[in-house]
């Protein structure tokens, strides 16, 4: 069973930079993609990053290219998402998961697997 952790929230200001780490276990993952989706409050959860475990291919949201990073550690099946620029707008609940597949998705209903969730507070 896949096990995901996130960690690395917390609050930073407007302009400045926080890196999320999502710790995954439970097999193997080089047939995965893995994703982050955030959800603020009264909104929708909405798609953030995507990347491919195997290839590193990567697909992202509009509000957040050019401006946020996704990678993977495959030794230490690790994902990571370095966000710069931080504006208000980015708060939210920030979670990881994981999907069958090594395509990179932006359809939140393709993931099987979620973390828990960490918050993200960024103030103006």
């Known amino acids: 069973q896949v096990h995901l952790v996130e960690s690395g929230g917390g609050s930073a200001q407007a302009g400045g930079s926080l890196r999320l780490s999502c710790a995954a276990s439970g097999r193997s993952f080089s047939n995965y993609a893995m994703g982050w989706f955030r959800q603020a409050p009264g909104k929708e959860r909405e798609f953030v990053a995507a990347?491919?475990?195997?290839?590193?291919?990567?697909v992202f949201a509009d509000s957040v290219k050019g401006r946020f990073t996704i990678s993977r550690d495959s030794a230490k099946n690790t994902m990571y998402l370095q966000m710069n620029s931080l504006k208000p707008d980015d708060t939210a609940v920030y979670y990881c998961?994981?999907?069958?597949?090594?395509?990179?998705?932006?359809?939140?209903?393709?993931?099987?697997?979620w973390g828990q969730g960490t918050q993200v507070t960024v103030s103006s």
């Open positions: 998961a994981a999907k069958w597949g090594s395509t990179p998705s932006s359809s939140m209903g393709r993931y099987d697997d």
């Open positions: 990347i491919s475990w195997s290839s590193g291919g990567t």
